[in-house]
């Protein structure tokens, strides 16, 4: 079986442009969340979404946002790229909604200039 | 804002030795609590998890340690590996489906 799959494993971005990330679940997984990290915060968890619906959402701006298809694949968009946005960005898939058993893709390297 | 206080922030233990990484909690609506081990260039895999109601579970090297009343947990690596040498996240999840991550221990295993 496939891992979880994300594009594109980089990505260089300036200031005030926007950026779309996706992400491949596991086939058969419904869910899908995504994750931010970085060297000072660590991970912090962005948002879920299961059934093509955002489930849950962290503590982020609102330029951050997501969507599901429905075919379970998912996509991240970043809107008026700041400096301070440049990290790892992580999704995991899982079968159902919540958190206890989560398979994370290589991530999608983000550097805002 | 929840917590999870993760210790140490890098660690370095000899080959066969133990590895202890510890995490505290602030929130006692947590009730599940998973381990991740990243490679660089990867991204993080399940290790390990516990709930609250038993205070230690075992998978073949590594264990965790619970102390509810603490509010602590920790993990350790048995007869470390240099292949163990990597980050670990501990995490907890709480019944409301919120997850916080500790800030991650990076671990060497000196050959």
């Known amino acids: 079986k496939a891992g979880v799959t994300q594009t594109p494993r980089y990505l260089i971005k300036t200031r005030g442009q926007q950026v779309t990330l996706s992400c491949s679940p596991i086939s058969g997984h419904r869910s899908v969340s995504w994750y931010q990290q970085t060297p000072g915060q660590g991970l912090q968890f962005l948002f879920e979404y299961f059934s093509e619906t955002q489930r849950n959402k962290g503590n982020f701006p609102g330029r951050f946002s997501g969507r599901q298809f429905s075919n379970s694949r998912s996509e991240m968009n970043v809107s008026t790229l700041e400096l301070g946005d440049s990290a790892l960005y992580l999704c995991a898939s899982s079968l159902m909604t919540g958190y206890e058993k989560l398979f994370f893709g290589s991530g999608t390297q983000l550097s805002v200039l | 804002q929840q917590q999870v206080k993760q210790s140490p922030q890098s660690l370095i233990v000899q080959k066969g030795g133990i590895s202890i990484i510890n995490c505290a909690y602030e929130n006692t609506a947590f009730d599940y609590f998973p381990w991740y081990q990243q490679f660089p260039g990867k991204g993080p895999a399940l290790l390990i998890a516990?709930?609250?109601?038993?205070s230690e579970k075992k998978e073949g090297r590594f264990t965790i340690s619970f102390n509810k009343s603490a509010k602590q947990f920790s993990l350790h690596i048995m007869d470390s590996q240099p292949g163990d040498s990597a980050t670990y996240f501990c995490a907890a999840i709480s019944r409301d489906d919120k997850i916080i991550f500790g800030k991650g221990t990076r671990l060497h295993i000196l050959p």
């Open positions: 516990i709930r609250p109601d038993v």
